[in-house]
Nanobody, 127 residues
């Protein structure tokens, strides 16, 4: 069982930066692939980024590539999402998710691939 708690969201202006954190409980965090997703009002939840349990592999959605960076610190049981050059279309509730990964390079992209979810943190980017 893994419990996830996101933090770091807020209200920012276009072009600003935010760093989201997701703290995980449990002693086997390093065995889990982690993902960040977001959901805007009236839209489906979409993948933003993912990172393998080792941190050696990452995935980014085209819409955030070059602006967002996912990273993890297995010693702190935490995954991060550094978001730069934020745009109004980045406004959404951001969720982190975890899945036990048997492959060191696994970076699941679909919401259905994940077993554990945080409660979400709101990110609002004003124009």
């Amino acid at each position: 069982q893994v419990q996830l708690v996101e933090s770091g969201g807020g209200l920012v202006q276009t072009g600003d930066s935010l760093k989201l954190s997701c703290a995980a409980s449990g002693r086997t965090f390093s065995s889990y692939a982690m993902g960040w997703f977001r959901q805007a009002p009236g839209k489906e939840r979409e993948s933003v980024a993912a990172i393998s349990w080792s941190g050696s592999s990452t995935y980014y959605a085209d819409s955030v590539k070059g602006r967002f960076t996912i990273s993890r610190d297995n010693a702190k049981n935490t995954v991060y999402l550094q978001m730069n050059s934020l745009k109004p279309e980045d406004t959404a509730v951001y969720y982190c998710a975890a899945v036990l990964a048997h492959s060191p390079g696994k970076t699941p992209k679909l919401p259905g691939a994940y077993d554990y979810w945080g409660q979400g943190t709101q990110v609002t980017v004003s124009s």
